[in-house]
Structures are given as structure tokens and as C-alpha cells.
């Protein structure tokens, strides 16, 4: 959308946006899923009383949690708010040079740059 915004509309349609988000709600199910499988095999194993909760994982499974779930969105969206910020200044760089280049009475305040 910021890249090239003609082009969001045509490339983005409501269809493929239900897609991306059903496919990332099933690949949040089946994440769990599969972390809470020693649970669900043979039900309240490890409940010491009723109502107990317990959630056993390893150090394996840790470690590819904290990945999957906190690292690897963080570096996904710290790469997307750089191609961001690069097409922000490229633009305002294009907006000044042709402010400059069309005007020289007016004046252009910072703040609208």
C-alpha cells in the first residue's frame, strides 16, 4: 500500500485477505495444538487436584516457542518498518526536490515536509 499505491487494489482483494487470516489462525491452532499434545493423550496426567491446570513443556519445545511465537514476528515486523521508513524518505526526498524545483516564491514550512 505504501510502495506502490495504485497498484493495492488490484493486488489485494478481500478473498485473499480471508485466506491469509484463516491460514494463520489454523497455523495458531495447530501450533498449540501440537504443544498441548502430551496433555491431551491421556487427559489430567499431570493434575495433582481438581480443577489444576498444568502445562509441562520441555526445553526443545521452549526454545522453538520463543522463537516461532516472539522472535520471528518481531524480526518480521522490524524488516517491514524499514521498508516503510526507506519509502517514507524517499518520497519526502522527491516531494522536496520538487517543491524546489517547481517554486521558489513560496515557502514550505518543516513541519509540512
Not at 487494489?9 to 485477505?17: E, G, Q, S, Y
Not at 526454545?63 to 518520497?91: A, K
Request: overall charge positive.
Amino acid at each position: 500500500a505504501i510502495c506502490y499505491p495504485l497498484h493495492y487494489f488490484t493486488k489485494v482483494k478481500p478473498k485473499r485477505v480471508q485466506v491469509c487470516v484463516c491460514l494463520c489462525w489454523m497455523f495458531a491452532a495447530l501450533y498449540t495444538g501440537l504443544l498441548l499434545k502430551n496433555n491431551l493423550q491421556p487427559p489430567g496426567r499431570y493434575n495433582s487436584c481438581i480443577g489444576e491446570c498444568v502445562y509441562e513443556i520441555n526445553y526443545i519445545a521452549n526454545l522453538f516457542d520463543l522463537i516461532i511465537s516472539f522472535i520471528f514476528p518481531i524480526i518480521v515486523i522490524v524488516i517491514l518498518y524499514i521498508r516503510i521508513f526507506g519509502v517514507v524518505v524517499y518520497q519526502a526526498r522527491a516531494m522536496r526536490s520538487h517543491i524546489v524545483v517547481v517554486t521558489t516564491k513560496v515557502t514550505v514550512k518543516k513541519s509540512e515536509m
